[in-house]
C-alpha cells in the first residue's frame, strides 16, 4: 500500500503528513482483529489494520479517508498499542505505510514491537498532542517533519497556515532512542555479538543444568 | 550453597535481572538471557521465516518449548482441521519443531494446552527464571517468582537466535494484599479490582509485585490468574516471591528437579525472594475483605464494578476517562447508572489461559452442581490442557458440567480470542471468565464480553443473567472450598533433552 521502503539503517527523522486515530487505551485487537493473524507471514496485513473500526464507519475512518492515504505519521492519544503482544499491529500499520508514531504514552510490549521494526514511537504531554492533533486535522495536507535528534516534531514549508517554525517538544527514552539515531534498533546481530558473555551468563544460572553441582 | 551466581540484593525483580545479565548494549539497554523460551503457532512462523533468512539457528532448542493453543478447534480437533489456514499454521510449526529439535507437546500428547497452563503443570516454570513468549499473558508464570513477560514477533527471532533480548529495566511497585478474600470471591476479582483502582495503563513501566497475607494464602493456581492479568493493568510482568507453597506445587512435575538437585534448588530460590532490604519504586495496599465479586461493564479490563453495583456515571469517573465510558455505554448498550446485576446474558464461557486450571473449574462446578442452564443460554467449558481434562474427566466434572447444560470441551483458547471456531455473533452478550473485554475480541466486531470468575459465570449461566455468585453458593448445600490444590496426573517424565 505504501511506496516507501519499510525502516531500514538509522533511522535520524521521518517527514510525511500525519493521521490522527484519537482515543485512550486503543488495543491490539482493535489495530488488527485476530481473525487476521491467521497467517504465516506478515504480508498482506496492511488491510487488516483497524478492520473493525473501519468496517463500522464505513469509509469515515481516518484510514479510509482520501486525504490521509500516504500519510506516514500516525498520531495517537494514551496507552496506545495496549493488550495482546501481537506484533502484527505495527506490522499492520507499517505496511499501510505508517514510518512514526506519536501519542501520550504507549503499551511497552506495542512499543518494543514498533522499535524492533524501526517505527520510533515518541511522546508528548495531553496539551501538545492535541494541539498537534488539532493542527493536523485542520490542513491534511501538511507535511511535517519529526526530528529524532532534537526529539520533536515540526510543521515544514509549504504547509498551508503553519507558521514555519512551528514546532512540538516530543520525547523519547535515551535507549531507544540511540539505538533509532545508530541504526541498531535491529537488536539481532548485536545480541549474536556476545558469545562469551553469553556463555558466562548461562553457566552461572543453576537451573540450565538443572541444579547439578558445578 | 555450591551453585550457581551470588544472589544480589534488592527485590526478586533486581535479584533475577542481575542474574540474567549478559551484557549492556549501545544505546542503554541490557542483553538478558532467557532461561525459558515458550512458542506456540500464531506468533513463531515469521520468526522461524526470519531465522531462515539470516541464515541462523536456534541457539538453544532444549530452552524452547512449544505447544499449540490458539487456533486449535474445540470440538473436534482431528486433523486436518477444516480451516485451512489453522491447518497450515499448526503444519508451519511442527515443521519448524522438527527442523530446529524443539519439543512440541502436540495435541492427543496428554501435554498440549494453552501454553501458560502447560508450562506450569510441566514444571517447566520456576522460581528465578526469565521467561519469554510470543503472548502478553506470559505474565503468569510470574506466580512462580520468575521474570515472565509477553514479546514480540521479532523478539521471538532474537531469543531463537541469541536465548537472549534486548531488554530495559523496569521499576517495580509492590501491591500489597492483607486479610483475607470472602466466600464467592477469588483471585479473578482480586485482580479485576486490582485493575479497577490502579488503570489499565497504571502499570505501565513497573513490574507488579503482589505481596501480603493474602498473596500468600493464595495457591498457586490463583497466584497465575493474578499474575496472568497484570499485563491488563499495563505492567508487563507480575510475580508473587517463590514460598512453600511454589514449591510444593513444583515437586514432583515432569521437569522439576529430583533427589538432591531438588534441595540445592529450593535453597536457590529461596534466596531470591525480595528481601527486606528490597526498595520499591512504589507500594499500593488493598485489604481483601472489602473486594467483592468483581465484573467489567465496559471495554477495557479496567471498566470494573462490585457485581452489586451500578455501572459508573460520568460524573463519578475523572474526565480523562470519560471519553472511553461514554464510548462504552455505545458499545455495550449500557445506562449510565443501570444495575449490572440482572443483565441478560447470552453465552457463557469458562477457560482461557486466566482461568481454564482445576481449581477454575471445580469452583464453577461447585455453582453449577444441581443446577441447570437456563434455556436459550449457550455454555461451555474449556479446560486449559489435556492434563487439566484428565484431572477434571477423573474426578466427574465433565459429567457434572453436562449433566447441568454445559457443553465440555477440547484444550485449547478458545473464545478468549477467537482465532478459532468459537466466537460471539452479532451482538450477544458473554459472561467470560476470559481476560479481555475489548471491543471485537470474542469474534464479532460488535459481540460485549463482561470479565467475571469462573464461578460468577456459572452462576449467570443457570440464571441466565449477572448474577451474585455469593447468593448461589449460600442457598447450595453442596457448595464447598475449591482452593485445594491439584495434582499432575501420572504422565510419564521425561527431562529436558
Redesign the interface.
Known sequence: MSASPFPFGPIPEVAGRIVVVA???I?T??II???F??????EGLAEGAFA?DR??LAGSHPFDRPEHQGATILVVN??FG???????A?QALMRWGIRAVVGE?????FF??CL??GIPCLSADHATILALQQQALADPAACFLLDLASAEIRGQAPAAGLEPAQRWDLSM???????LL?G?W???G???S?EE??Q???A?????A????? | MGIGGTVSAGTLYDKVWDLHRVAELPGGSTQLFIGLHLIHEVTSPQAFAALKELGLGVRHPERTVATVDHIVPTTSQARPFADPLAEEMLATLERNCAEHGITLHALGSGRQGIVHVIAPELGLSQPGMTIACGDSHTSTHGAFGAIAFGIGTSQVRDVLASQSLAMNKLKVRRILVEGTLQPGVFAKDLILHVIRSLGVKGGVGFAYEFAGSCIESLSMEERMTLCNMAIEGGARCGYVNPDATTFAYIKGRPFAPEGAAWDRAVTWWSALASGPDARFDDEVRFEAATIPPTITWGITPGQGIGVDEAVPTPEQMPAEERPIAEEAYHYMGLAPGAPILGLPVDVCFIGSCTNGRLSDLRAAAAVALGRHVAPGIKAFVVPGSEQVAALAEAEGLDTLFEKAGFEWREPGCSMCLAMNPDRLEGRQISASSSNRNFKGRQGSASGRTLLMSPAMVAAAAVTGQVSDVRELLESHPVAGSASAEPRPVAISPSPLP
Open positions: 482515543g485512550d487505551d488495543d485487537d482493535r482483529p485476530a481473525r493473524l491467521k497467517c504465516v507471514t506478515f473493525d468496517l463500522e494514551r496507552n495496549c493488550g495482546s503482544s501481537r506484533e502484527h505495527p504514552s504507549f503499551a511497552e510490549i518494543g514491537n524492533a521494526l527514552a535515551a535507549g531507544p532512542q540511540q539505538m545508530s541498531q535491529n537488536a539481532t548485536q545480541l549474536l556476545h558473555e553469553l558466562r551468563t548461562a552461572r544460572l543453576p537451573y540450565l538443572t541444579f547439578a553441582l558445578g
